[in-house]
């Protein structure tokens, strides 16, 4: 049989549109709003970007995409996209952004929580990991913890003899986790000579700003949000305590920063991070114990501290929960003495407040940003490689379909069967992150704020200050890299112990 040239021709225009549409299906960007020129959607994210970012979720779905400014971001809103990212594609997200304000803040960028991911992470993680936050050395700073509590209780039991009308919990948690911090890390704590406290925050705050600078790079020489140099004073006062502490190391002659974090740092400069002869070499030089020690101190102090703060607040708001919690601290341990880290095992009740206080107030929103390092296609979108990802961790732990219609109630009883941990393996609830680039401070940041939330809710009653009941309290958030509480936690305490 003869072919027509009419049948040539309709086979071809067939194969033709077939190929066509073959390509039109294949996987396309996630949907997001329409960008605005230079800016693309930065104007969107509001004050709180959480929320912002969750509201432009229930329009464009768990899997968006946003251009921020010039930069190509995903946004991640649910448990199962999250699992996606932090679990199924774990190895293509486990890098970072840059971050502008970093370059100075971090010595360009030389500590471990925002280095991209290769070699150099690998070597400052494995490290800190062996001579900071493995189980034995956590449990070898239980006699810190429990002498640093010690001395807030005091403070506060002093201000209830002293009838003090109300204690600012903000400022005593705070000092609190600093101090604990700076003992770890640096061996000294922040009132023996020196402040960090105040440049860590304003660190912290600018490392978690959408700095134009990092999202419309031509402004960036402008400064016109004044980041980079706020970036360069903080990083001035910064330093010059860090090399203070070192030479103090240095110059020790007593032995008393023998074997502590820096000390172990200073005795191995000139080594090298690597464990592969493979790989590029990174050698330990005294600029990079400055930015590991600052990126230690700053990922450890404030997240605690505003967890604290949260849970705190919430029972506060919640007397039947304090009552419940207070109940079962006297059965356990009972009312003739404080408590002790050993008893952390046996209270459920209080790991179920933590955890509920996690689900609504995680101390890491966004996470830290990730970057894909490679084309990858997620519930059927394509992610080019360099995307930014914004894991919001804030909207998993609102979210109806895992959580329920009450998610904005705090009720701890929700956790009473025990299958939700904060571990990193359940996605509606990763205060912590998950994957490669988790927190590796997870059980230092986990006994920090169990003990000292048991302590202050054990040694006292709390109420408002002036009569005020408890739903007139102020449950705001302020932006930065750890939500802490817009306004300070004024209380009034009582004290409660026989002793
Ligand atoms: C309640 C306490 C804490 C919370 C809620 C918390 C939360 C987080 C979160 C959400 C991340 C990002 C994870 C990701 O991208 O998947 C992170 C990373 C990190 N955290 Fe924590 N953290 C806490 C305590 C600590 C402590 C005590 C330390 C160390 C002393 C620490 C050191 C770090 C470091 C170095 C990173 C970066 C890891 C990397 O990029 O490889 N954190 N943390």
Known sequence: ??????????????????????????????????????????????????????????SYGPIMFLRLGNKPTVVVSSPEAAELVLRTHDNIFSSRPSVDALRHLSYGNKGMAFAESGAYWRGVRRLCMQQLLSPAKVESFAPMRKEELGKVVGRVRAAVSASEAAVDVSTEVGQLMGDMACRMVLGCSTRDKFNLKPAIHEALNLAGAFNLADYVPFLGALDLQGITRRAKAASRALDEVLEDIIREHEEDTTGKYKGDFIGTLLSMVGRSLNSSQDEPVHIL?????????????????????????????????????????????????????????????????????????????????????????????????????????????????????????????????????GSVD???????????????????????????????LAQLVHCFDWELPEGRSPDELDMSEDFGLSMPRAKHLILRPSYRLLV
């Open 422 to 452: 904060v571990k990193g393996q359940d996605f509606q609830l990763i205060p912590f992150g998950s994957g490669r680039r988790g927190c590796p401070g997870m059980n230092m940041g986990l006994v920090n704020v169990r003990l000292a």
């Open 1 to 58: 049989m003869e072919t027509s040239p009419l049948a040539i021709f309709s086979t071809a225009l067939l194969l033709t549109l077939y190929f066509l549409f073959r390509r039109r299906r294949a996987p396309k960007l996630p949907p997001g709003p329409p960008p605005l020129p230079v800016i693309g959607n930065l104007h969107q994210l509001g004050n709180l970007p959480h929320r912002g970012l969750r509201g432009l979720a229930k």
């Open 285 to 417: 030089g005294r600029t990079n114990i400055k930015a590991i020690a600052l990126d230690m101190i700053a990922a450890s102090y404030e997240s605690s501290s505003s967890a604290i703060e949260w849970a705190l607040a919430e029972l506060i708001r919640s007397p039947r929960a304090m009552k419940r919690l207070q109940q079962e601290l006297e059965a356990v341990v009972g009312l003739g003495r404080t408590v002790d880290e050993s008893d952390l095992p046996k209270l459920n009740y209080l790991d179920m407040v933590v955890k509920e206080s996690f689900r609504l107030y995680p101390p890491g929103p966004l996470l830290i940003p990730r970057k894909s390092t490679e084309d990858v296609e997620i519930g059927g979108y394509n992610i080019p490689k360099g995307t930014r990802v914004i894991v919001n961790a804030w909207a998993l732990g609102r979210d109806t379909n895992a959580w329920g219609e009450d998610v904005e109630e705090f009720f701890p009883e929700r956790f009473a069967n």
